[in-house]
């Protein structure tokens, strides 16, 4: 799998949340997606950001956001929320392809392949953080070939 290992600051969202169970996510968030456009929300928060919340781990369910960075001179729009996702060190996994599908494929491999397997890390705590690319700068948007995302997984040494 093509990640990389990298120490990132705490950072600060804007963003739009919603609790989901873990058995129905994978066709629930997508529609939380859609929407969240559908709504107007685009205008106050893109969504570069998706994030998972599960703090005490091994819940049923989790807090998901639709999140852009966070600016503190902005005013927060009616309904949304700010979250400070902590300073981790994150495997950062690539994912290239049409969303959702090369997205959820790697997401899976990652906890069913990737974790299991590893030797000298652990999962850290209870986030998981997709950065999506801007769609605009893709013919086809988030269905191109080429589309890219990623996946920060927090981890540390064993």
């Not at 902005?74 to 700010?82: K, L, M, Q, R, Y």
């Not at 902590?86 to 990737?114: K, L, Y």
């Not at 209870?126 to 988030?142: I, N, Q, T």
């Amino acid at each position: 799998m093509d990640y990389k290992i990298v120490e990132k600051d705490s950072f600060t969202v804007l963003a739009m949340s919603k609790k989901f169970s873990y058995e129905t996510c994978k066709q629930e968030i997508p529609l939380f997606w859609q929407e969240h456009f559908q709504k107007g929300n685009g205008k106050y928060v893109c969504g570069m950001f998706g994030v998972n919340i599960d703090e005490k781990m091994g819940r049923d369910s989790f807090e998901y956001l639709i999140a852009d960075p966070y600016n503190p001179a902005a005013e927060i729009p009616e309904g949304f929320i700010t979250r400070t996702i902590p300073a981790f060190t994150w495997a950062v996994f690539s994912c290239d392809g049409p969303m959702p599908v090369a997205f959820q494929n790697v997401h899976t491999r990652i906890f069913s392949e990737w974790l299991p397997a590893l030797r000298d890390y652990e999962f850290a705590a209870g986030y998981c953080v997709e950065m999506y690319d801007a769609p605009d700068k893709y013919p086809k948007g988030v269905q191109d070939e080429n589309y890219h995302s990623e996946i920060w997984i927090p981890i540390r040494k064993k």
